[in-house]
C-alpha cells in the first residue's frame, strides 16, 4: 500500500494491531491536510486549539518511532546486511537526527518495557518525550510510584517531573554522596571551538555542582564589568553581552 491510501477500517470493535498499510494512510492524510494549511486565514482561538492538537500529533509521532524503533533493531545481522553499523547508526540514518539522538530514543524504548500504564499515557500523547524520559527513569527505579509520576506530569512542567524524577532515582539508589561526587569528577569537561559560520568562539562544560558555580560567578563578574561600561558610556547591552 503506497502513503496517501485511505485507512482502512476494521469491523466494529475488532481492531487489531497496528499495521504499516495503516500508518502510510495516516501520513498521507497529514500530508494532504498540511498542504492546505494557511495560517493567516485560521481564527485565534482556533489556532491555539490547532497548536494542542499537532503538539498531542508530535507526541503521538515520536512513541511511536520510539517503539518501533525497537522492534526495527532487534536483528543486529540484518541491520548489517542492510548497510548499517549498529542500532543507533540506522536510526540516526533513518530519521536523520545524531548518533546521541539515536540512543536516547533506544534508550528510552528500553526504559519503557514492562512500564505498561506510561507506555499507555506515551502512546496516547498525553506525555511529551522529556517526561516520558522522567517519569520511566524514576519507575524503573521505584515501581511503586510509576501512578505518582504519571499523576504528577497531567500538570507539572517538564522541569517539576524531572526534579521529582532525580529525587526518587537517590532515594532508591545506593549510592552514597561521596561516590555521586566522585562520578560527578569523572564526567567533567570542557569543550571550546569556533563556530564556522559566524567565527564566534563557542565553549560548554559539564563540571561537579561546586566548580559549575564558581565558573558562572566567573562570568558573571566580567559580564557585568562590561555591562556596566557600556552604561557609562552611553551604550546600551544586553546583560548577557
Known sequence: MSVGEAVPTTAEGSAGPLGVAEVCAVVGFLESAMGRLDPAVVMIDDAMAMVEAFARIER?????????????????????????????????????????????????AQALEGLDATTAAAKNGDLAPRKVIAVAAAARANPD??????????????????????????????????????????RRNVWHWIDEETGDGC???????????????????????????????GRRESQGA
Open 60 to 108: 503521538m509521532g515520536a512513541m511511536g518511532k520510539t517503539l518501533m524503533a525497537k522492534r526495527a533493531t532487534e536483528v543486529p545481522r540484518l541491520l548489517k546486511h542492510k548497510g548499517f553499523k549498529d542500532p543507533a547508526d540506522y536510526l540516526a540514518r533513518t530519521t536523520d537526527t545524531t548518533p546521541g539522538e539515536a540512543e536516547s530514543v533506544l534508550a528510552t
Open 203 to 233: 565553549g560548554k562544560w559539564r563540571l561537579p555542582p561546586g566548580l559549575h558555580t564558581e565558573v558562572v560567578a566567573e562570568l558573571n563578574r566580567r559580564a557585568n564589568a562590561h555591562f556596566d561600561q557600556a552604561r557609562r558610556e
Open 145 to 186: 510510584v510509576e501512578a505518582e509520576m504519571l499523576r504528577l506530569a497531567e500538570t507539572a512542567s517538564v522541569k517539576e517531573v524531572q526534579e521529582r524524577s532525580r529525587e526518587i532515582r537517590r532515594e532508591a539508589s545506593a549510592e552514597t554522596d561521596e561516590q555521586r561526587a566522585a562520578k560527578a569528577q569523572r
